[in-house]
Each structure stands twice: as C-alpha cells, then as structure tokens.
C-alpha cells in the first residue's frame, strides 16, 4: 500500500505533506487506509464517514495523533524541515477533530504532550520563512502555548510561553526591521 497517497487522499489540503518522506510511518489500521485510497474519496469529512462505516470513528483520530507523532519523531531525529509546517496543521486538525467530536480530555492530553516541540520549531521557522509568515506562525503557536500554559499551572509550560514571547519578538523586530 502507498501510505503516502493515502494520507494525501485523507489529507489533500495539506500539499507540504508531498514533501514528507513516509518510508518509515507504520499507520494504524492500514487495511482502513488502503480501503480508502482504493475508494478513490478524498478528504478528512470523506475519511470520517468511511471509517465510521467500517472500524468506528476513534480510528480517526488514532490516525490523526499516529500522524502527528510521525512528523515530530522526524523533526525530533533528523532536523527535517520538511515535516514543520504539516505538524503543525496536522496539531490542529487533530485538535479541530478531538474537539469537535467530544474529545477534550484527549485534547488536553495531546496539547501538555506535543507543545513543547511546536515551540521546539519555532526558531527554525523563523530561519527558513519569510517576516509575515514566520511572524503568524509565531502567533498560533504562541496562542496554543498559551492554551497549555492556562490550563496546566505547570512551570514547564510558563517557560514554553515566555520562549515564545521572546521568539515572537525577535521575529517582529527582523519584520519591521
């Protein structure tokens, strides 16, 4: 099965994952996403009602966070830039999904796990993308940390926003430089 297509054929909106190298992803339930591929449907709406027709809606979300891990484990280990932007979608269709469909303990739990390596990217972020873009991402992440930082009273957390600041402001002084 091509893994790739088939994360393509969920996730068509997300044209950086073409980038990806996906030699390595071992998915959960294959059978679903080769059955989806083979489908020929497109999209994540597409997706949702064809696992719910076959395995059950979790595996939805199961794929979604499986994805997500993927991505963070090759940014984690070989610094591939390339996996950057779709993480970062990726973190929030998960958690577009996770919310929309009652998950917010699930998003809780994925939020205090992940942010640490979206702030983790910020820097090069701002090395590689232009003044504006690297700026709005800057700012989602900021939002998100700051989501973590008000729902864990957590130090850790604290310090993950207070990065951010000052990687934001570093990021508006080259913009406006």
Sequence with gaps: MEVKEAIMAILPELEELDEVDFRQYSPPYPNLLKAFLESGKKGLPEFERFAESTVGKDAVGQILL?????????????????????????????KGWLLENGFEKE??????????YLVSMLPLIAEREEGDMALAYAKLIEDLT??????????????????????????????NA
Excluded: C
Aim: charged fraction near 35%; charge should be positive.
């Design 66 to 94: 499986s994805l997500l891990q993927y991505l963070l484990i090759r940014y984690r280990r070989f610094k591939d830039y390339s996996v950057v932007k779709p993480a970062i979608k990726v973190f929030l269709t998960l």
């Design 107 to 116: 998003w809780d739990r994925v939020l205090g796990s992940f942010i640490g």
């Design 146 to 175: 700051r989501e973590a930082s008000e729902k864990f009273d957590e130090e850790y957390y604290h310090e993950l926003l207070e990065r951010v600041n000052e990687l934001k402001k570093d990021i508006e002084g080259k913009t």
